[in-house]
T-cell receptor, first 110, second 115 residues
């Protein structure tokens, strides 16, 4: 069974600092990995999707890397803003199923 | 374009009562998912539909949970009877075809509290 772990569980940084969020998974036979954002009381919004053949994906201030062989992904958020405060979840897809980590809750202090 | 719609957004019931959640996926999306998200955890898949067929319900506790997707569009998830441990957020998601590379789009969820 795929196990997805996210460390740290919570993170608090001052505005402007770069954020580094980590995700690890136990079975490297995945099709893709996604990073999601979840705001309190809201559903999940997809941020980035990295195919298994890719090493990284970028969108604006967000950059996600994937090392499938070691079972790791990292989400970088440059120059953090208070609006980046949310819970960030990673999910890996094997077969047709998404397996999620528990998330990292980020607070960006103004 | 409207996203995935779920109702109700919040529900409070007493244990042993029945409860139902409704989901309307994005127009044209053939694949529909129901997830359970416990506090502080990531979502876990309960059931996946391709059109009106439940193609993966292995994680659905069938003694008390049931789901249907009549006509392959809207879906209803039911719990009867509810237990205290069912308090959680129930998320619905949809994707265009359910293919391996497809992105899933999530609704806002229904937050259930069982007293």
């Amino acid at each position: 069974k795929q196990e997805v772990t996210q460390i740290p569980a919570a993170l608090s940084v001052p505005e402007g600092e770069n954020l580094v969020l980590n995700c690890s998974f136990t079975d490297s036979a995945i099709y893709n990995l996604q990073w999601f954002r979840q705001d309190p009381g809201k559903g999940l919004t997809s941020l980035l999707l990295i195919q298994s053949s890719q090493r990284e994906q970028t969108s604006g201030r967000l950059n996600a890397s994937l090392d499938k062989s070691s079972g790791r992904s990292t989400l970088y958020i440059a120059a953090s803003q208070p609006g980046d405060s949310a819970t960030y979840l990673c999910a890996v897809k094997d077969d047709y199923k998404l397996s999620f980590g528990a998330g990292t809750t980020v607070t960006v202090r103004a | 374009e409207a996203g995935v719609v779920q109702s109700p957004r919040y529900k409070i019931i007493e244990k042993k009562q029945p409860v139902a959640f409704w989901c309307n996926p994005i127009s044209g999306h053939n694949t529909l998912y129901w997830y359970l998200q416990n506090l502080g955890q990531g979502p876990e898949l309960l059931i996946r539909y391709e059109n009106e067929e439940a193609v993966d319900d292995s994680q659905l506790p069938k003694d008390r949970f049931s789901a249907e997707r009549l006509k392959g569009v809207d879906s209803t998830l039911k719990i009867q009877p509810a237990e205290l441990g069912d308090s959680a957020v129930y998320l619905c998601a949809s994707s265009s075809s359910g293919g391996i590379q497809e992105t899933q789009y999530f609704g806002p969820g229904t937050r259930l509290l069982v007293l």
